[in-house]
């Protein structure tokens, strides 16, 4: 059995820049959006997990990541520098400064659709691994735009 959500709300828009990735290195933004698929067997009351349970974490996710530029803390080609209220990126001839408040930074090595699925995927196997022991695999997708889409699968034995 498996449930899959993709509610307008979950969607969120951001600014970002990739590294080494020709045109994508200058600043720009999307349009994103979550869908997300949870696998298992129906629990007492005859779901996997309850709409009204994960609706709100997953809105919670696109809620904290729209109107902001994100940053992939982990990214090694970049040099990252925090003066009090600004936040600057520094890598081959270019230099962003950005306001700390108007960013995310995120765990990740890049800001790509994959590395975000993978991101988002991980913060949903953390709420729900530990309650929901019926759920056997979880995937995440985020579209970038209409047409192309990272889609992360995560089973519960940790395999992707």
Known sequence: MKIRIFKEEHSFAASHFLIEMGKCERLHGHNYTVTVEIGGSLNSNGVIVDFNEINPVIKNIC?????????????????????????????????????????????????????????????????????????????????????????????STGND
Request: proline share 2%.
């Open 63 to 155: 809620d904290s990541l729209d109107h902001k530029t994100i940053i992939a803390e982990k990214e090694k080609r970049q040099k990252l520098t925090f003066d009090g209220a600004e936040i600057e990126i520094l890598f081959k001839n270019k230099r962003f400064v950005f306001p700390k408040e108007d960013c995310v930074l995120l765990p990740i090595e890049s800001t790509t659709v994959e590395r975000l699925s993978s991101y988002i995927c991980g913060i949903l196997e953390k709420k729900l691994g530990a309650t929901h022991q019926n759920i056997e695999w979880l995937e995440v997708g985020v579209r970038e735009g209409a047409a192309q889409m990272a889609i992360t699968h995560l089973s």
